[in-house]
């Protein structure tokens, strides 16, 4: 429970350096779950087969104090190699991935392709009665996009957390 | 590959159970604590063929984890342990948590069903890495021989290193049985676990500048003193002296700061001396060392010392700032630290307000004039503060070196107040989880580390039930372990909250059917002792210790004591309620503090 006088609250992405090991996934989120932190979005996959390393990104939120705290209790866990709070250590792009899925003939299917097309997301499958979107954007674009398909016949979304990786020259690894 | 390599490799290929114990015995391993059963057989098989290594049978698992919690905490060392899959280590939980409350490296070894069977809900299979996940500090489980003798090595390095914990080795039995390679401990650095020992010279300088302009400095320090082993503790001691600084404990720090030095204010906190939540209330600069800010301590936090610039050092970065925002963090070794603070000190020119600090005495010595520990022994019913004074007493004229455990509730805190130690290492409680049934067994552990010392576990009727069974473990190993059980007919600490928060509805806080003691005591080949007079009560210590072999001392004490000073949950360090006859702030208890523990 942290100080009544930390009452700043922020959102943070953070990325995780970690071994590709056996449960670091349960550790990690077993860490938030019993500590009773938020998380928004968790990413993970292996980026360096070589050195056996995955990244996880995620976005949570709180005041100031418990970030910090997020931080050094993902970074005291004996397989993590580093943390990064994206947030805090300058300008960073954020991407999230998702397949949206919309059925619907005639102008609602005219209409779909219309605003797919403004909104730069790819037709990967089509019949004559269903469409599906990749889309790949910052997490609000992807909201308006979801928004705007539902009256016109919404039928699925799958979307996978937001990746990130700071802007210029430095790097986490 | 070439002749000889070959013969080499394969001259240090072994089973399993013989990779896990030629690992224990190069991390210099001499005895470990453990219960046996159908997964972990192979491992016995090979202890029962070797020498090098010592087994303690305990009389159920959660007692073998506190066993090597008392053995690591009274040597500085790794306490080990071993049990079996499924029962056995869910039965260890409780002392792997209590372990990683209070940062004290343990390794256990459990057995697992064969790795074909993970998963099947084979016969005694337990998940048990997924269940120890939150209860230890790292854990593992070996699906690959090749990775044993690396695993336990590594498993060794993370439990006493940076900030000490548990640590779960999990072995199925086909890891156990099956036959692969030998590997040394690496010599290479950790891949992603190195914790910063080395405290940053900058803080150190900010540090002493804080210290030196203070005019109320206050030094508190814990269990981080003792985790950094007995130089720690002499370096503090150095440190408080040289710099006329008032110092004070938390119950896990007991010991990292001599008692009867003039400069001590005793324990902090909940339970603490007036003068000590005082100090620390009026301070204006506080240096934590090897201490969390727990909630024991700190009483309500935004009324927490308010006006004190804070230093806190801690090796683990996680524990600053996670409670109270402090202004000059130091993340490193206490006795790093230490070392590092008296150095800064003497190169530092900047005078110390001599007259500034001479005042601060004075305030608290008016404090100390509240005597707030102090007690009335009249008549003939014994006073449990009197019953831990009197032990103190005769056990420091008798000059043998003492070791002291405890389980938990208002004899833990008698224990804490009214008996003092000289020296780290010497005491063993159950501080972060407060695991009743702790002592008795720690006490083993301590006793095993420690033949010729004397070795008391200060316990409440209550707790003792708890391992009472580890009576057995005494009588097989002729461990001449001293139980000096307060009886007060009650789970006094639950008494005790009933009677100021919940308006003495003692709901299910008495002692009801307790066994007689004494014949107790005979059961399990010790002796028993039963003191119920005051004038009696010298005696009964002495001839308890006298003893040669175990004791069980059940001492009628007061049945409706209470212990104080106290800060109720919620309230502030100056809100503090004192015994009855002392006058101090007495403060209400609020809903909101009710909700605390
Ligand atoms: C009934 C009951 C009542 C209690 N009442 C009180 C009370 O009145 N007062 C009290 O103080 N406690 C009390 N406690 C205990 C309390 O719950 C905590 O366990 C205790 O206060 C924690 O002590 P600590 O801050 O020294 O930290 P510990 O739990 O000992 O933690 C050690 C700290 O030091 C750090 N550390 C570890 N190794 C090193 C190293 N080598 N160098 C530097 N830092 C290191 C760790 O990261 C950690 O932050 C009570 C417990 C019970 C069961
Ligand atoms: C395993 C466990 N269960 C419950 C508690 C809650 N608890 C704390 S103190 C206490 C009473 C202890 O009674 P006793 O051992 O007689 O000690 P006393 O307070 O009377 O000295 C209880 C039940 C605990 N700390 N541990
Ligand atoms: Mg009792």
């Not at chain 1, 004559?128 to 909201?143: H, I, N, R, W």
């Not at chain 1, 996009?145 to 700071?166: C, H, N, Q």
């Not at chain 2, 007060?488 to 003692?506: A, F, I, K, P, T």
């Amino acid at each position: 429970m942290p100080n009544s006088n930390d009452t700043t609250f922020r959102n943070a992405t953070i990325a995780v350096l970690v071994e590709n090991e056996a449960g670091i996934l349960a550790r990690v989120v077993g860490l938030f779950s019993g500590r009773g932190y938020n998380i928004e979005s968790l990413t993970v996959a292996p980026v360096d087969d070589n050195r056996r390393l995955s990244r996880i990104t995620i976005v949570t939120s709180g005041t100031d104090m418990v970030i910090e705290q997020i931080k050094a209790q993902l970074d005291r866990l004996v397989p993590v190699h580093k943390v990064s709070d994206l947030t805090l250590e300058g300008p960073h792009l954020a991407r999230e991935m998702m397949l949206v899925k919309v059925v619907g003939k005639g102008e609602n299917r005219m209409e779909a392709l219309r605003l797919a097309d403004a909104f730069r997301a790819r037709v990967v499958d089509a019949t004559t009665e269903s469409l599906v979107f990749e889309m790949t954007g910052a997490g609000d674009k992807l909201d308006a996009f979801i928004d705007l398909m539902r009256p016109i016949g919404l039928k699925e979304v799958s979307r996978t957390g937001v990746v990130a990786i700071a802007r210029g020259a430095s790097g986490l690894a | 590959m070439s002749a000889t390599l070959q013969t080499q490799t394969e001259a240090r290929t072994m089973t399993g159970a013989e990779i896990v114990l030629q690992a224990l015995k190069d991390q210099g391993v001499e005895v470990i604590f453990g219960y046996p059963g159908g997964a972990v057989l192979p491992l016995y098989d090979a202890l029962f063929q070797q020498n090098a290594i010592r087994h303690i049978l305990v009389r159920h698992e959660q007692a073998a984890v506190h066993a090597a919690e008392g053995y690591a905490r009274s040597t500085g060392k790794v306490g080990v342990v071993l049990v079996t899959s499924g029962p056995g280590a869910t039965n260890a939980v409780t002392g792997l948590v209590d372990a990683l409350m209070d940062s004290i490296p343990v390794i256990c070894l459990t057995g697992q069903v064969p790795t074909h069977l993970i998963g099947n809900d084979a016969f005694q299979e337990a998940d048990t890495t997924g269940i120890t996940r939150p209860a230890t500090k790292h854990n593992y489980l070996v699906k690959d021989i090749a990775r044993l003798a690396g695993t336990v090595h590594e498993a060794f390095y993370v439990a006493k290193s940076g900030r000490p914990g548990p640590v779960v080795i999990d072995l199925p039995k086909d890891i156990l049985i099956g036959k692969g390679p030998y590997a040394e401990a690496p010599q290479a650095p950790h891949r992603s676990y190195r914790p910063q020992t080395e405290p940053d010279a900058q803080m150190i300088r900010d540090a002493v500048a804080l210290l030196k302009g203070a005019k109320r400095p206050v030094v508190y320090a814990g269990g981080g003193v003792i985790n950094a082993g007995p130089e720690a503790s002499r370096l503090l001691t150095e440190f408080v002296r040289m710099t006329g600084m008032p110092c004070t404990n938390t119950l896990m720090g007991l010991g990292a700061y001599p008692s009867t030095d003039p400069q001590f204010l005793g324990m902090l906190g909940m339970h603490g001396t007036y003068e000590a939540n005082l100090a620390m209330h009026g301070c204006d600069v506080m240096l934590n060392i090897g201490a969390r800010f727990d909630d024991r301590v700190t009483g309500r936090l935004n009324a927490f010392s308010p006006h004190s610039k804070k230093i806190h050092a801690d090796i683990d970065p996680s524990s600053i700032n996670k409670n109270v925002k402090v202004d000059v963090a130091i993340v490193g070794d206490a006795g790093r630290v230490l070392a590092a603070l008296i150095e800064a000190w003497k190169a530092e020119a900047a005078q110390q307000d001599k007259a500034a600090l001479a005042e601060w005495w004075r305030q608290i010595d008016a404090w100390r004039e509240k005597r707030c520990l102090s007690y009335v022994q009249q008549g003939s019913i014994i006073k449990p503060q009197h019953a831990v004074r009197r032990l103190y007493e005769i056990t420091r004229e008798m000059g043998r070196d003492t070791f002291i455990t405890t389980e938990v509730g208002q004899h833990q805190m008698w224990a804490a107040q009214y008996f003092g130690f000289e020296q780290p290492n010497r005491w063993m409680t159950s501080g972060g989880l407060g695991t009743m049934g702790y002592g008795l067994p720690a006490a083993m552990g301590v006793q095993i580390a420690h033949p010729d010392a004397l070795v008391i576990d200060i316990a409440g009727e209550a707790s003792i039930l708890m391992n009472i069974q580890e009576m057995g473990t005494l009588a097989q190993y002729r461990l001449p372990v001293k139980v000096f059980i307060l009886n007060n007919e009650y789970m006094g600490m639950v008494r005790q909250w009933q009677e100021l928060l919940h308006g003495s509805r003692y709901s299910e806080s008495y002692s009801a059917a307790l066994p007689d003691f004494v014949k107790l005591a005979e059961s399990f080949h010790a002796k028993g002792i039963r003191v119920t007079r005051a004038e009696e009560l010298d005696a009964g210590i002495r001839e308890m210790l006298a003893h040669p072999g175990p004791v069980i001392a059940d001492i009628a004490v007061a049945k409706d004591e209470n212990c104080f000073p106290m800060i109720p949950s919620g309230a502030a360090h100056n809100e503090m309620i004192l015994a009855p006859g002392q006058t101090g702030g007495v403060a209400g208890v609020t809903d909101e503090g009710k909700v605390l523990v």
